[in-house]
């Protein structure tokens, strides 16, 4: 990107040592392309979040279809699972359908009229060989440089939706780069008495949403236990917890009486 918008500068730059006042001619659809290029920008931080939510969505939908392809065919559930699959999907392709759409116009006009340098720079240019004030060698030049404007122009134009990209992926990377680290000791001091596993009040929640509230369980040892319920109630934060992947909100899990806290990993 830095590359495609030297270019430019340096043309510029060499535009104006040859004649001012057409080269800021041919520039005047710059800033009318760029009027159009905010309008349809309004909004675009709302849509473009939605569309991560949705995106987001769709592939948990679609991994967790996959993961469980052999349960859904065993108890015959295809169709209600696929419908939900097919749910996420529709709404994630309409939340960016329905943004293009409302950025179509405004986009048009401003690659249309962002890269068209001649619009200014012909008549005036012409005008002024006419009068004398520019030599033909000099328009002609002045014709070309413009020209040599609008690739780089169009490449950089390209690259907003990646740098986009590139911002989100960055800002939730450094999001789990910064969070505290899990304190645990590097030496067992209390050994468990045996694998009875006890959750007591455990609350927990990602972010500002609490997932569980308050929750009471016993796994006594040797004891094949399940946890049912539907998707997102919180079977696989209960698992993790136990596994001490992250530290509960409230309350305490314990392993053979002994704070999971105070075992190393």
């Keep these: 990107m830095l590359s495609n918008a030297f270019v430019p500068v340096a043309l510029i730059i060499y535009m104006l040592t040859i004649n001012v006042k057409l080269t ?21 931080t709302e849509s ?12 948990d939908t679609a991994v967790e279809y996959i993961n469980g392809i052999e349960v859904i065919k065993a108890f015959g559930k295809s169709k209600t699972s696929y419908d939900k699959f097919v749910t996420a999907a529709k709404e994630g392709a309409d939340c960016f359908i329905e ?5 179509n116009l405004w986009q ?12 200014g ?40 939706d990646g740098i986009a990209k590139m911002g989100t ?16 000791p590097e030496t067992m001091t ?14 927990f929640g990602y972010n500002e949403k609490e997932i569980l509230h308050g929750i009471y369980i016993t796994i006594k040892q040797g004891t094949v236990n399940a946890l049912v319920g539907p998707s997102g109630s919180g079977k696989s934060t209960i698992a993790k917890l136990i596994a001490s992947f992250w530290d509960v909100d409230e309350g305490s899990i314990s392993i053979g009486g002994v704070d999971i806290r105070k075992i190393p990993p």
């Design 48 to 59: 473009y979040n939605n569309t991560i939510i949705k995106t987001k969505k769709l592939n």
């Design 121 to 160: 720079l012909l008549p005036f240019g012409a005008k002024a060989y006419m009068d004398g004030t520019v030599s033909g060698n000099d328009l002609l030049m002045l014709i070309i440089l413009s020209l040599g404007l609008v690739s780089p122009f169009m490449t950089i134009a390209s690259y907003w």
């Design 108 to 119: 048009n006009l401003s690659l249309l009229l962002m890269p068209y340098f001649l619009l």
């Design 169 to 184: 992926i960055i800002g939730e990377a450094t999001e789990i780069l910064e969070r505290k680290d899990l304190i645990r």
């Design 190 to 203: 209390e050994k468990p008495t045996d694998m009875d596993i006890i959750l007591k009040n455990v609350r």
């Design 99 to 103: 943004w293009m759409r409302r950025c």
């Design 24 to 44: 800021l001619l041919s520039l005047i659809c710059v800033p009318v392309g760029i009027f159009f290029f905010c309008l349809m920008m309004t909004g675009s």
